[in-house]
């Protein structure tokens, strides 16, 4: 092939990409020219803003009800703790 013939095939090619971008951009378009713009909403009435929940205040017991679980220990301490090294 010639340069020139690869010239026209690359701008052949290239003439039909443009041309086949602008049809799908004009198919898959929101916009119509057959309906008018929508109209900008009016003013906005605004109040106060709540999240639906109800708050229901309680006072906090002065003692726990249960005693605090102490687990019993079945074996003597050491003097070397498990994770230092002994030299």
Aim: aromatic content about 2%.
């Amino acid at each position: 092939m010639r340069s020139t013939q690869v010239k026209l095939v690359a701008g052949v090619a290239g003439a039909s990409a443009v041309l086949a971008m602008g049809a799908l951009t004009v198919m898959f378009s929101n916009v119509s020219v057959a309906e008018p713009e929508p109209a900008p909403p009016g003013p906005v009435t605004t109040s106060e803003v709540t999240t639906g929940e109800t708050v229901t205040e309680t006072v906090a017991p002065e003692a726990p009800e249960s005693p605090a679980v102490v687990p019993p220990i079945t074996t003597t301490p050491s003097e070397i703790p498990p994770t230092a090294e002994q030299h």
